[in-house]
Structures are given as C-alpha cells and as structure tokens.
C-alpha cells in the first residue's frame, strides 16, 4: 500500500511539474517591456513606444485613463498622453503586472482565484520592495520590482494549469486550518514557490528573480550575500507585510494580523516612514488594478 501511495505522489508532483508546459512564453515585445521597465528610470516617450507594441495593454491603460476614477471630460486617444495624466511610475507597475496576467487571459481558471488579488498582491510586494531598497543594501536591488511580481506565480499556475487541484487545496487549508504552503506539498508534492522560480526560469528573467521565488518561504535556504540581504528574505518579509496589511491573494481574515516588524540583522529600518511612503504611492497605483 506504500508503494501506491508513493507511487501516486509521484504522479501528482510530476502532473504538477508538467502543467508548467501550459505556460506562455513571453513574446518579444514581452520580454522587452519587462527587461526595460524593471528599471525605473524610462521615460514617457520611451515608456509608450513599449506600450504601443501590446494592443491589449494599451487598451487596457487607455480605459483606465478614460475612467470615471480620473474624471475626465474629454476622451484620451494616446498612450503618451494617457501616461501623462495617470503618472508613469504608476503605469510602469500597471504596465509590468498586466504583462503577466494577460499571458493567462484567455485561459481558463479555478473559480476562486481572483487575478484583480493577484495583481494587488504581486504589485504592492514589488513596489514596497523597491521602497526597501532604497534604505537597505538589497542583493540585485534592480531586480526588486520584479522579484516582488514574480513571487506568487506559481499560484497562477496551479489556477490556470491545475484548476480543480487549487480548489481542492485551498479546501484542505480551510479544513485543516493549516497554511495554504503545506497542502500543496500535501496535494502536489510542490509548492507554488518552486513553480514560480520554474516559471521565472522557463521565461528566462534572471537567477536572483528566481532564487527569490523558490525560497522566499525559506530564506534561509537563499545563497548567502556577504554584506547585502538577499531578494529571498526581503519577499519573505514584505510578503508578509503586504498580507497582515489586506493585500492578500486570498480573502481577509475576518481579524486583521498585526503587521509583522521588518526586522533585518545588522541593517535598521524605520517600518512606519516605509509604510506611510508605500500607502501614498499605492494611493495612486492601487486605483489602477481594481
């Protein structure tokens, strides 16, 4: 009977490696909007040539600018000048986020993965991170946006390429009342972190991007970076702070966690000034995303 059961979790963990092949690979112009806009320093022209090359992500930002949330009275016809009006630090992070959810658009998914939580999630990590790594010595500090974006989609994954086995561990979560991690382990014989650095891997977007989403449930894991943190433990961390703050991928608990302290050996960090920094950036980005 052992041998069955070891047999079939070999099974599962294989179907689950598998499903990595129902992934999209990014196209070019993907691949260039990610590669240019992970650096903060761009441009609005250069910014809307990139944005142009993607139809449906040029329409998506002309809707929004063209929204009642940015009241406008007459219509926005061009990315340049819809970049203007919304700010292009928040269209830059619009722009990256969308570049992955829309990899998945036309696919079918587990009915309780929300992809407007996930945006939210991987975004308010990404930006709270490169806030971070302007007051502590980051491992790859360029990489800190995407490292953030990147981290949870594993999870995207398991929805779109495994549907009924998603809903079927978040059951077993609400069973158990145990994390959501250990029943993929359970139920998969993996986990969304490891799917993640597959995918990060599979579309070819660096090793520290990689290396932050395969540990970042055990940093300690993470290659040592003498004198700097590394990606792995500055997700862990603020993965947690976004969560206790009600950005999580799943539904808030109906009592709010306390928001865990951003604690880093031998490097301080002033959590309250981070925060309100982040709450004001997020003002203007969060609009964007619901």
Not at 15 to 28: G, H, N, T, Y
Not at 89 to 106: D, E, H, M, P, Q
Not at 241 to 248: E, I, K, T, Y
């Amino acid at each position: 009977m052992a041998l069955v059961r070891s047999d079939q979790r070999s099974r599962t963990r294989k179907q689950a490696v598998l499903s990595l092949e129902r992934v999209p690979a990014l196209s070019p112009t993907a691949t260039q909007l990610l590669g240019r806009l992970a650096r903060r320093n761009c441009d609005v022209h250069e910014l809307a040539v990139l944005i142009e090359r993607d139809p449906l992500l040029s329409a998506q930002i002309l809707g929004i600018a063209n929204s009642a949330a940015f009241g406008r009275a007459h219509p926005i016809s061009s990315i340049q000048h819809a970049i203007a009006m919304i700010g292009i630090g928040t269209v830059r992070k619009f722009a990256l986020a969308r570049s992955i959810s829309n990899l998945f658009g036309r696919r079918k998914i587990a009915p309780s993965f929300s992809i407007t939580r996930f945006n939210l999630h991987s975004v308010a990590t990404g930006m709270f991170l490169e806030l971070l790594a302007e007051h502590v010595p980051l491992e790859d500090p360029e990489d800190a946006f995407l490292a953030g974006l990147f981290h949870d989609v594993g999870k995207l994954v398991i929805a779109v390429a495994l549907p009924e086995q998603y809903e079927a561990i978040l059951a077993a979560a609400a069973v158990t009342r145990e994390p959501v991690l250990k029943s993929e382990r359970l139920l998969l014989q993996t986990d969304h972190a490891e799917l993640s650095a597959m995918a990060v891997d599979y579309w070819g977007l660096g090793e520290s991007i990689r290396a932050a989403a395969a540990y970042h449930h055990e940093p300690d894991k993470s290659p040592a970076v003498s004198g700097k943190i590394s990606l792995a433990l500055a997700v862990s961390k603020v993965d947690a702070v976004v969560n206790a703050g009600g950005m999580s991928l799943l539904a808030a608990p109906l009592i709010a966690p306390e928001i865990p302290p951003l604690i880093f050996d031998g490097f301080s960090v002033d959590q309250e000034s981070l925060i309100k920094r982040f709450a004001i950036e997020w003002t203007a980005a969060g609009v964007m995303f619901r």
